[in-house]
């Protein structure tokens, strides 16, 4: 639902915290914010205030004093939705919050939707759909790496590689469009070598945009790395060792994970997701048989496959589980090391 005309209102930084923002975006914001603002400097009026400036005051419902507030101004076009906006920097108590927002609304204001400051961002010309999209990606970004990224799309660095795409397309469209045209001339508009090299320019710049889009979700969701093998292999005790924490339940009974559990570390400002999982073998236990199943779920889903195995075990059992696993993992881009576990026991 479009509500352009509607001014809107709406905490924009989480709770818990000593202060909060409350964001006012629509034509009706500064107006409805001077008949609850009251400045500290007498007779100073807010509409007549540059835009980017920060004043002091308190919010008041009529006689009774909300809060000592700041309240930031934010004159069109000049603002993060377009719009004329404000906002009021309070205590964080959940309760001054609440009021604030309600005399807002009581003086003709509404709540703002999830998303809808930046949908207003979006359809005012402040940011493309790639920008916007990346505003939710940097808000709960968890690495460096990640805040890089979406950093550098809510820039406009997406939408620079699309432009220069755009732009070699219309260029190869334009000239094949001049021979089509004026075919019988004698004119050459376009060497067969140069509508070539623009082919070759838009694949390549095809294939990088397709590729930082397959780095960037793995980077958003973390690197899947699935912990497989056959039971009592010591993928419980890897994954505790990886975490340094007691994560999952160690034992010297065969079977003992029978549902895949997962934790996150991040290494090198990459977020890596390990997923421990029942062990591979035959059983007619029907639990045991379901997680095995999930396993090879888990396989199929991962981007790293880690096989622990027993250094009592064979070369040949060794590799014949690592082929198994090949098998099921063929045409997908998948990595599979195999760890030799329990060197210890071998000597």
Known sequence: MIRKEETICAPASSSGGAISVIRVSGAQSITICEKI???SVTGLIIREQAGFKIIHGEIRDGKEVIDEVLVSIYKSPHSYTGEDSVEISCHGS???????????????????????FTRRAFLNGKMDLSQAEAVADLVASATKTAH??????????FSAEIGKLRSELLRFASLIELELDFGEEE????????????IQKVKELADRLANSFKLGNVIKNGIPVAIVG??????STLLNALLNEERAIVSEIPG???DAIEDSIIINGLEYRFIDTAGLRDTSDKIES???????????????????????????????????IRKMITGFDKRLIVLVNKIDEGD
Do not use: H, W
Request: without cysteine.
């Open 148 to 157: 890089r990224i979406a950093m550098n799309q809510m820039r406009g660095g």
């Open 187 to 198: 004119v050459e508009f376009a060497d067969r070598k140069e509508l070539s090299s623009i």
């Open 94 to 116: 959940s309760f001054i919050v609440t009021r604030i927002l309600e005399l807002f609304i009581r003086n003709g204001a509404i709540a703002a939707l999830p998303g809808e």
């Open 290 to 324: 379901l997680g095995i199943r999930k396993t090879n779920e888990k396989i199929l889903q991962a981007s790293v496959i880690l096989i622990v195995d027993e250094i009592s075990e064979t070369a040949e059992m060794i590799n014949k589980r690592a082929d198994s």
């Open 37 to 39: 603002f009251y400045p």
């Open 230 to 235: 056959k039971p009592n292999s010591g993928k």
């Open 256 to 258: 003992t994970t029978r």
